[in-house]
């Protein structure tokens, strides 16, 4: 295995709709200056290509296995464009099906070498109160409460997690959390090398 796959990861930041995944991959991105690629941007462009993408958006409708996967399909074709030039990359994403997300981390990391899976976990209450907000404040958020309750019941238990963080109103502790796990990652790995 050549260095750059003995320490190159993808750092899987993975959870319930409304969580702070997104929040926590960009104040995690700047403090560690680790990219993050955003899947939900290929939601949108894989969406383009469906004509109910709209409304599965807007009434909360699970998006159909097929288009995940095509979705998935475009993510690991853009990591492993990142991959040529990044050893870490950041991605976030509900990862809520592990049906769909064991071949995405497998395909991962024969990218970079490993994959670091991160659970944010939050209370149902403060997850409708961030989903609310967002609908406030960003006009193109993915999702709401109605599919934040589809997903719930939906969901397959992320048993595989390397850290599992707490994000109830103390996002810079769950910041930090993720920081120092994946700095001493990194060290860990460069002393085996």
């Avoid at 997104?22 to 290929?42: N, Q």
């Avoid at 949108?44 to 709209?54: E, N």
């Avoid at 095509?70 to 990591?79: A, C, D, H, I, K």
């Avoid at 509900?94 to 994959?115: D, Q």
């Amino acid at each position: 295995m050549s260095d750059r796959h003995s320490t190159g990861c993808l750092i899987a930041i993975a959870g319930a709709i409304g969580s702070g995944k997104s929040t926590i991959a960009g104040a995690v991105s700047r403090r560690l200056d680790i990219p993050v690629h955003s899947i939900d941007d290929d939601k949108r462009a894989v969406g383009a290509l469906y004509s109910d993408f709209p409304r599965w958006v807007e009434e909360g409708i699970p998006f159909p296995d097929e288009f995940r996967r095509r979705v998935y399909e475009r993510t690991l074709g853009q990591l492993a464009d990142l991959a040529r030039d990044e050893t870490r990359v950041i991605v976030e994403e509900t990862f809520h099906r592990a049906e769909l997300r064991e071949p995405f981390f497998r395909s991962a990391e024969r990218l970079f070498g490993s994959v670091c899976l991160v659970e944010v976990a939050v209370a149902r209450d403060v997850a409708i109160a961030h989903l609310q907000k967002r609908a406030r404040d960003e006009a193109d958020h993915l999702a709401g409460r109605a599919m934040f309750d589809a997903f719930a019941k939906l969901a397959d238990p992320l048993i595989e997690a390397d850290l599992v963080v707490e994000n109830n109103g103390e996002l810079d502790l769950a910041v930090d959390q993720v920081c120092r796990y994946l700095e001493a990652l990194v060290a860990d790995r460069s002393a085996e090398s």
